[in-house]
Nanobody, 115 residues
């Protein structure tokens, strides 16, 4: 089982990034997918989630209207489009897959928002 995130980097405030999480080794299309983030000295925060078929999404209040989660089950990939980025969005972003008690994590990709 593998979850491999990519797309992070350094961006100026107001900029955009698109994170990707490529999955392998499990039936991706059956799993709820989530993006979490954790900033230094802060607790891990659920940013967004999407159901297995993509019909329902959830966003944390802090990112609502700026971030969009999506998935392509044919490509076994989940995305997080991040617009209007703020310095407080700086964190390590990790994707998570869950089906009942089965839960998998990626290693994460760093997002830094700074001028």
């Amino acid at each position: 089982v593998q979850l491999v995130e990519s797309g992070g980097g350094l961006v100026q405030p107001g900029g955009s990034l698109r994170l990707s999480c490529a999955a392998s080794g499990f039936t991706f299309g059956s799993y709820v997918m989530r993006w979490y983030r954790q900033a230094p000295e802060k607790e891990r925060e659920l940013v967004a989630s999407i159901t297995s078929a993509g019909g329902s999404t959830y966003y944390a209040d802090s990112v609502k209207g700026r971030f969009t989660i999506s998935r392509d089950n044919a490509k076994n990939t989940v995305y997080l489009q991040m617009n209007s980025l703020k310095p407080e969005d700086t964190a390590m972003y990790c994707c998570n897959a869950q089906l009942f008690s089965n839960k998998y994590w990626g290693q994460g990709t760093q997002v830094t928002v700074s001028s």
